[in-house]
C-alpha cells in the first residue's frame, strides 16, 4: 500500500478515536475495566488476548491511549531508521505479505510476547495510565509524526527491512502501515468498551 492511502487511512482512525476519547469523562481514564467490560487486558502473562493486550491485569483507558501511541512511536522510529539506511536487504516473509499485502489488518489472535525485547519496547508491554489530556495530546502528536514520515517513506529503498519482534523482517512502508493497522485494531476494542461501559451505567 502507498503511504498517501496509508495516512489516508490513519487519519480516519484517528479521528475516530479522537471522537471517542474527547467524549469520555476524565475518570474513565483511570477507571479499571470489569470482567464484563471489554478487556483491555486479561490475558495470560506473556500473551496477547484476543480483545486486550500484554499484561495479565485490565487496563485503564488511559493505560490503552498510552500503549497505542508507544507502539505507534517504535514503529516510525523503525521507519525513520531505515530512511538513514540502518537495515538489511531481505526478502518479504509469507506471513508478511499476507497480513500486509492481503489482509492489511492484525489476526485477531493470541500473540506470544517474545523475551528479551529491545528497551524501547518497554512502555509498549507497560504503558503508563495517562489523563484525558496527556492522552489526547500523544494521539494528535501520533498523528503528526505520520503526517512527517509520509515522504520518506515513499523514498526508501523497499528491499530494506529491519526486524520486528514478532512479525519478522519490515520494510519502511510496512512499518508505516502498521502504525494504522495497529492503531485501527484497538480502535475497534475500544468502541465495543466503551459501548459495554456505557451500557453498566444505565443498566
Not at 77 to 100: N, Q, Y
Not at 184 to 191: D, S
Request: charged residues 30%; proline residues 6%; positive net charge.
Amino acid at each position: 500500500m502507498h503511504a498517501a492511502e496509508t495516512l489516508r487511512r490513519f487519519e480516519t482512525v484517528h479521528a475516530d478515536w479522537q471522537r471517542a476519547l474527547e467524549a469520555r469523562p476524565d475518570g474513565d481514564f483511570i477507571r479499571p475495566f470489569g470482567p464484563q467490560q471489554g478487556g483491555f487486558g486479561g490475558a495470560r502473562p506473556g500473551q496477547m488476548g484476543p480483545r486486550g493486550c500484554v499484561e495479565n491485569t485490565r487496563w485503564e483507558l488511559g493505560r490503552v491511549c498510552d500503549h497505542v501511541v508507544a507502539a505507534g512511536e517504535c514503529f516510525l522510529d523503525e521507519v525513520d531508521g531505515l530512511a538513514r539506511g540502518d537495515g538489511t536487504v531481505r526478502r518479504a516473509s509469507p506471513v508478511t505479505w499476507l497480513v500486509f499485502g492481503a489482509a492489511k489488518r492484525l489476526p485477531p489472535v493470541r500473540v506470544e510476547v517474545p523475551k528479551g525485547l529491545p528497551e524501547r519496547y518497554a512502555r509498549v508491554a507497560a504503558p503508563e495510565r495517562l489523563e484525558r489530556g496527556a492522552a489526547l495530546e500523544r494521539l494528535g502528536a501520533l498523528a503528526g509524526r505520520m503526517r512527517a514520515a509520509r515522504q520518506a517513506v515513499e523514498s526508501v529503498d523497499p528491499r530494506l527491512r529491519s526486524r520486528h519482534p514478532v512479525m519478522s523482517w519490515l520494510s519502511a512502508r510496512e512499518w508505516y502501515q502498521l502504525v494504522e493497522m495497529h492503531t485501527r485494531h484497538h480502535g475497534r476494542q475500544l468502541r465495543r468498551t466503551l459501548d459495554e461501559l456505557d451500557a453498566t451505567r444505565t443498566a
